[in-house]
């Protein structure tokens, strides 16, 4: 008997530049803040396990890659709002969110993938 193949994990990334916010007063999630980061992780691992990974990237601090190239440039050629939150390397998210949407928005990724 073969065993059942493992779940998909789901890769979560945040990108944000911290130099570039948008709204003067507190408006949402601090992304740049390790502590925000790591309560986003705990919450994602309390609701669904091991199978999600979270990434956060900085394309002030990054270094300049291919991937991080390209978002900037998509960044100013559509105008988008930072942070930006991707579920598996597609757009989900632009501007502000908070963890409730972030958990919200891999609760739809789960369920697509359960259809498709």
């Known amino acids: 008997m073969s065993n059942p193949p493992p779940e998909a994990t789901i890769h979560i990334t945040i990108l944000n530049d911290p130099r570039k916010q948008e709204c003067d007063a507190a408006c949402g999630e601090d992304w740049s803040l390790p502590e925000t980061i790591a309560l986003a992780n705990q919450r ?3 609701r669904f396990g091991e199978k999600i990974q979270l990434e956060y990237l900085d394309l002030h601090g990054a270094t300049d890659n291919k ?3 390209e978002w900037d440039r998509l960044i ?4 988008l709002s930072l942070p930006l939150l991707l579920v598996n390397g597609e757009l989900r998210i632009s501007g502000q969110f908070d963890i ?4 919200d928005v891999v609760d739809a990724e789960i369920e697509i993938g359960a259809r498709s």
């Open 44 to 46: 994602i691992k309390d």
């Open 67 to 69: 991937q991080t190239s």
């Open 76 to 79: 100013k050629n559509k105008n």
């Open 100 to 103: 409730r949407q972030l958990l």
